[in-house]
């Protein structure tokens, strides 16, 4: 049974998600502080958390970028908060998915079981990731396009391997820049979008837009 934490500060919310999750097979924790909220996330196993943003002892921005310090599972925000500047920023920390309330309980489950879904293909599944006419063999260290091989620079790879790793995740170019060139890098943030055109020009194909912009935020791999 997959696991979901709920950090909630409003009960009633919190009851309304854990019941209709519950509903559809997952077994819900709640914690209502963003500080034991945390503690939880990293001392328990969970399959994907919901946060809202307005939390007692430390924000959900707050728990979200200690969380991706050590775990990569998936995020969603529910928050009352619906500004584009929130959006960005929860997106940009590095959350999957990003909700407003009021909220439809049957679209947050679908959203759940997508979300969980994908990460499980990735972390459980094959080592060949698929989408559309692109396919990366992560054992053969290969790229490959209409099965046709495809030459890539050793960053030029870890970049698109690591976006494809954790797709519908938008990524700033400075976490980008730390991720793939590492903290002690000679350069700047610059090199990262140099890199993207380059692998954009290398796999988008017709019809296909493997990496998207997002604007004010940084990158994210599409996958459908």
Request: glycine share 6%; charged share 30%.
């Amino acid at each position: 049974m997959k696991k979901v934490l709920i950090i909630e500060d409003d009960s009633a919310i919190a009851e309304l998600e854990r019941d209709y999750l519950e509903i559809n097979g997952f077994e819900c924790e709640i914690a209502p502080r963003g500080t034991t909220g945390l503690e939880k996330a990293l001392s328990e196993h969970f399959d994907l958390i919901i946060i809202d943003i307005m939390l007692p002892g430390m924000d959900g921005f707050e728990v979200i970028s200690e969380l991706r310090k050590k775990k990569q599972i998936p995020v969603i925000f529910l928050s009352a908060k619906n500004s584009d500047i929130d959006k960005i920023r929860g997106l940009g920390l590095g959350a999957d998915d990003y909700m407003t309330k009021p909220f439809s309980p049957g679209e947050l489950v679908a959203r759940v079981k997508a979300h969980i879904m994908r990460y499980d293909s990735l972390t459980h599944g094959s080592d060949v990731i698929k989408t559309g006419s692109l396919t990366i063999d992560k054992d053969a260290h290969k790229v490959l396009i209409q099965d046709k091989e495809i030459s890539f620079t050793a960053k030029e790879y870890d970049l698109l391997l690591f976006l494809a790793e954790h797709p519908n995740r938008t990524f700033s170019k400075e976490v980008l820049f730390d991720r793939i060139w590492g903290m002690d890098a000679v350069g700047d943030v610059s090199t990262v979008t140099v890199h993207i055109q380059r692998v954009r020009d290398k796999i988008n194909a017709e019809n296909e837009k493997h990496i998207e912009t997002v604007w004010g935020v940084g990158y994210r791999f599409r996958l459908d």
